[in-house]
């Protein structure tokens, strides 16, 4: 069955979009994150224009990120004021991205830079986290607790603050460069940042695993829900036909996500996470390395 | 829906007065969300005052769908240290949306290069670049590159021969539209040849418009940019905090 978008003002199937949505879902249930990084791509594939990708997408993490949002506060496992500073660094972020987005969107060169971004990063991350997790994987074989350093450079900049519900006493400068940092990566590459934030606050801030996932998915939610509100004011790309369809493949894939993740042990998670990041980072290296077989490419203009 | 539209126009011919009589089944296509593509069925006559002569050689019929004109920017990729980047661009300001052109028999054998020109026909003279913002030499490689990539996404397409042409008088063609349209005026054109001279034309326009929804919420994106934003918000809100109620009831 096809269906029509009214901003992206191309025909899709309705079975892919929903299927598509179902298994970021699925992913981001299992994993703890938004999904974006793997949604954006494959959008993108399907023949979503870009632009329209990157608007919708961040709506739809909002979505995604306030249902487990909610879980973790029944829990007990948010930490509202890392949360909050985190989150002012990661508005002026969000606002830089948009206008960079825009600024790149007029040069032609966005798919290039969201493509190079991509490949940083998820290359980066995806690179240390396999790395990291082999180690805690072999660790454990060994029957040894891996000890983790609790304090780093971090810990001794000035403007200290106490966050009690993640037990630490540190500058609020980092916190808010890295807030600044995902904000900017959430605009420009339609992301919630989560793969980024999660490994940010665990080895640099040194929080407890247990209050990472919920304090990051609270700042996301902000930040992203501020993005898709500038990408909708500003450059009309927020297609509410095509949030909607993934949002609802996405919430029934994320129950089945979250029940096969709590199968799983933690190096377990994190290293098939760190695969998938690592396979989408080098799919997206060999399209700009390898030769096209189109040289040119449309784009319409307004 | 189906309004029936009939046309009529007359066009001085040199020694017979032939004027076209042509109609569609549709003059409006509404774009709904479940919308799969449409086609129309576009037919007509042929009205003469008096007979053909003996003589005179067979009739030919083209008949075209034009879509609205957009200002597209064709952008070409070169390898630059290494890695595969857009460089030169070409912005294109006259390139229809989509095009279908149907005839009797091939485009070159029925009319001649000139009254192509004239009346604009063939996918050759489609997409025109004015202006002197480029910053390339090569302006017509990217020009191709628009019909050659809006051919393989199956919105420009040529088919001779397709137009049904019955005693000289009474043809008929049906022509699909996809479902990837795009909102507007679209020009339908029926011409007709004789010796690859054009002796008739007559222009007519199918209307697209979004309908419903789909209309809904395109005029809301771009006059209420703000509340559409935050509706769109609220419903991405709902719908997360749903399914956390959801996951709840599963749990118990």
């Known amino acids: 069955m096809q269906i029509y978008l009214p901003i992206a003002e191309v025909s ?255 190096e377990q998670l994190r290293i098939l996470l760190a695969i998938l990041v690592l396979v989408v980072s080098f799919k997206l290296a060999a399209d700009l390395i390898l030769t096209p077989s189109e040289l040119y490419t449309l784009s319409e203009v307004n | 829906m189906r309004a029936v539209l009939v046309l009529l126009m007359m066009l001085a011919t040199p020694s017979i007065g032939e004027e076209i009589v042509a109609s569609m089944n549709q003059s409006q296509v509404s774009i709904t969300a479940d919308f799969q593509g449409s086609e129309i069925f576009i037919f007509g006559a042929v009205r003469r005052d008096e007979p053909l002569p003996d003589d005179a050689s067979p009739l030919q019929v083209i008949i075209m769908v034009t879509g609205p004109v957009r200002t597209v920017i064709v952008r070409k990729k070169e390898r630059r240290w290494g890695i595969w980047v857009n460089t030169e661009s070409v912005q294109v300001d006259a390139a229809p949306s989509h095009y279908t052109i149907a005839a009797t028999g091939p485009l070159d054998e029925i009319l001649s290069a000139t009254d192509q020109l004239r009346y604009n026909i063939g996918l050759d003279r489609l997409v025109r670049t004015v202006g002197e913002v480029n910053d390339t030499n090569d302006v017509p490689a990217f020009n191709e590159a628009v019909v050659r990539l809006r051919q393989r996404a199956g919105l420009y397409s040529e088919q001779d021969g397709l137009v049904d042409l019955q005693q000289e008088t009474l043809f008929s063609t049906a022509i699909a539209l996809p479902a990837d349209l795009v909102e507007g005026d679209y020009t339908v054109r029926i011409l007709l040849a004789r010796d690859r001279t054009a002796i008739g034309v007559v222009d007519s326009v199918i209307a697209v418009r979004k309908a419903g929804l789909e209309r809904w919420i395109y005029t809301m994106a771009h006059e209420q940019p703000l509340l559409y934003g935050i509706l769109a918000l609220l419903v991405a809100l709902f719908a997360g905090w749903s399914a956390s109620e959801i996951f709840r009831l599963f749990r118990r």
Do not use: C
């Open chain 1, 12 to 266: 899709v199937n309705l079975f892919t979009l929903l299927g598509l949505g179902g298994l970021v879902g699925l992913l981001s249930g299992m994993f703890g994150v938004g999904g974006g990084f793997l949604m954006t791509p494959l959008l993108f594939f399907i023949g979503i224009p870009p632009a329209v990708a990157v608007g919708t997408q961040a709506n739809q993490i909002v979505a995604s990120s306030f249902s487990g949002l909610l879980a973790h506060i029944q829990r007990r496992t948010v930490d509202f004021r890392m949360g909050l500073v985190l989150l002012s660094g990661g508005l002026v972020g969000s606002a830089m991205g948009v206008q960079l987005f825009k600024y790149l969107t007029a040069l032609g060169q966005v798919e290039l830079m969201v493509t190079l971004f991509y490949v940083v990063f998820l290359g980066a991350i995806g690179g240390l986290m396999f790395f990291e997790s082999l180690r805690a994987i072999r660790a454990t074989r060994g029957g040894k607790v891996p000890a983790r350093k609790r304090h780093n450079w971090v810990h001794r900049m000035p403007l200290r603050m106490r966050f009690r519900v993640s037990n630490l006493y540190i500058s609020v400068i980092p916190i808010i460069i890295i807030g600044v940092l995902v904000g900017v990566l959430a605009a420009v590459m339609g992301v919630g940042g989560g793969f980024i934030m999660l490994p940010a606050m665990i080895y640099i801030l040194g929080m407890p695993t247990k209050v990472v996932v919920g304090t990051s998915l609270f700042q996301i939610i902000f930040v992203t829900a501020a993005t898709s509100i500038m990408h909708a004011v500003e450059n009309q790309t927020v297609d509410a036909m095509l949030a909607l369809i993934l949002l609802i493949g996405g919430v029934i894939g994320a129950q089945f996500g979250t029940r096969i993740g709590i199968r799983m042990k933690a």
